[in-house]
């Protein structure tokens, strides 16, 4: 299982948004939540995976 990361996807030809994925046993992972900025994302990523060391 690999970390919580930002992707941007196109939503038309001059519209993004942020999602946040990770690879699980080879399958991608999307989270439900979308963002409009590279930063947000980025700090919902490092929350989701401060969450999930702490529970290690």
């Keep these: ?3 919580w ?3 941007r996807d196109l939503v038309t ?3 993004t948004m942020w ?3 990770r ?3 080879g399958v991608e992972e999307l989270y439900a939540d979308h963002y409009a900025t ?3 994302a980025l700090a919902a990523a ?3 995976n401060a969450r999930e060391e702490a529970e290690k």
């Design 1 to 3: 299982m690999t970390q």
């Design 5 to 7: 990361q930002p992707r």
């Design 13 to 15: 030809k001059n519209l």
């Design 19 to 21: 999602r946040l994925f």
């Design 23 to 25: 690879i699980v046993d």
């Design 38 to 40: 590279w930063g947000e």
């Design 46 to 48: 490092q929350k989701l």
